[in-house]
Structures are given as structure tokens and as C-alpha cells.
T-cell receptor
């Protein structure tokens, strides 16, 4: 089973450029999440989705947009990248109850220069 | 909003030493508690979880954690660490849709 797949794995952007990170899960999970991981700060929730067609803001949503047009996919967009968005981005998914914990993707390392 | 504190940023141990990593959270309602491990260059993997029942939870690879409700704590333990336990460990607390992570503790085990 693939679990949670993120693409791309690495990306370098120039300030002001835009890009979309794709997350796909094959476990039929209802919930999906986007986190960013920065040294000394753990993981911080950017946006999440509790089902197809729904999204909600997390702790640090500014500068990001998301969409969940299909249950298995959760897209994270940066409209105008800034150096402060240099980070490692992780997608995760879970069942409705969350009892099984989250399944994480392998991450996308993004550098904005 | 709930928050999660991990007391140690970096712990260095020799093989066979015992490990205890602290985790405290600041939410008074019903929570689910987790420990995740992140090996170098990899994604987070679930070590163990607590939802209810026995406050002493056993996870994979010989890890265990104890939930002490009165102290709002969920400390991770292992009696004898191995070099392969070198990784970063994250405590997480979930209430409804809100999962908060601690800043992480980096564990280095010397062979």
C-alpha cells in the first residue's frame, strides 16, 4: 500500500513564484492535513479538511490555500512564495475518529530564495 | 488553545541506558495522546497512543508511555536504548480535529 504520497519531494522557488503541493492517500481516510516543520518548533498545522469539498484553517494558514476536490487528494498552494515559507511540508491523513493516529507522507522540502 | 511542551530539546545517551522523555500538555478536556518518531530524513511514524483505559501504554520497539492525568503528562520511556533509536521524538495531543505537536526531542544514542 502506498499510504500517503506527496509530490514533489524537493523544490526551490524564487520569491513571488507560485506552486502547488499534492498529497494523495489510498486509505479512504476522511481527514487530511497539511503541516509545516521548522527546527525547534515541531509541526504546525496549516490547513485541514474533514471531507471532500471542505477545508479549514489551522494554526498558521496565512500565505497558503488548499483544496480538496476529491476525497483522496489534498492540495496545498502557495500563491506568492516568501522566504519565510522555506520549510519541510508534511501531509497526513486519518480516519474520522482519529483513533489510529495520523499517517504521514514523506515530506516536501521547499526552499524559497 | 491547547499546547504541548517537551522538556528536553536534545538528549544524548549511551547504548543500554534508560530513556525518559517528558511531555506535558495544557488542555483540561478529553484528549488523545500520541508519541511519534522521526528517523533522520524520514516522515513521522506512530510509536504509541493513548485513548482510554490503562494509563500505561506499550508501543512498538520496546517503548512505553504513562499518562498521568493529574500532572497533564504523557512521558515516554524505554528501559534500554539502542543506537538505532537515534531519532527525533514528538509528543502530540489531539482534541477533536485539533492535533498539536510538541517541538520535539532529538535523541542521540552513542554506540
Amino acid at each position: 500500500n502506498a499510504g500517503v504520497t506527496q509530490t514533489p519531494k524537493f523544490r526551490v522557488l524564487k520569491t513571488g513564484q507560485s506552486m502547488t503541493l499534492l498529497c494523495a492517500q489510498d486509505m479512504n481516510h476522511e481527514y487530511m492535513y497539511w503541516y509545516r516543520q521548522d527546527p525547534g518548533m515541531g509541526l504546525r498545522l496549516i490547513h485541514y479538511s474533514v471531507g471532500e469539498g471542505t477545508t479549514a484553517k489551522g494554526e498558521v494558514p496565512d500565505g497558503y490555500n488548499v483544496s480538496r476536490l476529491k476525497k483522496q487528494n489534498f492540495l496545498l498552494g502557495l500563491e506568492s512564495a516568501a522566504p519565510s515559507q522555506t520549510s519541510v511540508y508534511f501531509c497526513a491523513s486519518s480516519y474520522l475518529s482519529g483513533r489510529g493516529g495520523y499517517t504521514f507522507g514523506s515530506g516536501t522540502r521547499l526552499t524559497v530564495v | 488553545a491547547q499546547s504541548v511542551s517537551q522538556h528536553n530539546h536534545h538528549v544524548i545517551l549511551s547504548e543500554a541506558a534508560s530513556l525518559e522523555l517528558g511531555c506535558n500538555y495544557s488542555y483540561g478536556g478529553t484528549v488523545n495522546l500520541f508519541w511519534y518518531v522521526q528517523y533522520p530524513g524520514q516522515h513521522l511514524q506512530l510509536l504509541l497512543k493513548y485513548f482510554s483505559g490503562d494509563p500505561l501504554v506499550k508501543g512498538i520497539k520496546g517503548f512505553e508511555a504513562e499518562f498521568i492525568k493529574s500532572k497533564f503528562s504523557f512521558n515516554l520511556r524505554k528501559p534500554s536504548v539502542q543506537w538505532s533509536d537515534t531519532a527525533e521524538y514528538f509528543c502530540a495531543v489531539r482534541n477533536n480535529n485539533d492535533m498539536r505537536f510538541g517541538a520535539g526531542t532529538r535523541l542521540t544514542v552513542k554506540p
